[in-house]
C-alpha cells in the first residue's frame, strides 16, 4: 500500500530515484532478455548433473555390492 508522499520514508524515496536511472532501466531489459536463457541453461544443467549423479549411484551400488560379498 503506497503511502501519501508526506508519509513516504527516506529509502522509498531513494529507491524511487533508482528506478529512474539509465543503469536501472537497461538491467530490467536485459534480465528480461536474458531470463529465458538463464532458465534454459539452468534447466540443462540440472538434468546434466542428476544423470552423472544416477551414473555415480549405480557405480556405487554395484561397486558396494560386489564389495560386501567378499
Same mark, same amino acid.
Given at each position: 500500500?503506497?503511502?501519501?508522499?508526506?508519509? /513516504?520514508?527516506? /529509502?522509498?524515496?531513494? /529507491? #524511487? #530515484?533508482?528506478?529512474? =536511472?539509465?543503469?536501472?532501466?537497461?538491467? &530490467? $531489459?536485459?534480465?528480461? !532478455?536474458?531470463?529465458?536463457? !538463464? #532458465?534454459?541453461? =539452468?534447466? $540443462?544443467? &540440472?538434468? !546434466? $548433473?542428476?544423470?552423472? &549423479?544416477? !551414473? &555415480? /549411484?549405480?557405480?556405487?551400488? $554395484?561397486?558396494?555390492?560386489?564389495? #560386501?560379498?567378499?
Amino acid at each position: 500500500m503506497k503511502h501519501s508522499p508526506e508519509f /513516504r520514508s527516506k /529509502r522509498e524515496e531513494e /529507491r #524511487a #530515484a533508482l528506478k529512474k =536511472t539509465t543503469g536501472y532501466k537497461m538491467w &530490467s $531489459v536485459l534480465f528480461t !532478455i536474458m531470463y529465458p536463457f !538463464i #532458465a534454459v541453461f =539452468t534447466f $540443462v544443467f &540440472s538434468c !546434466i $548433473v542428476m544423470f552423472f &549423479s544416477g !551414473i &555415480s /549411484r549405480a557405480l556405487a551400488y $554395484v561397486l558396494g555390492k560386489g564389495h #560386501a560379498e567378499h
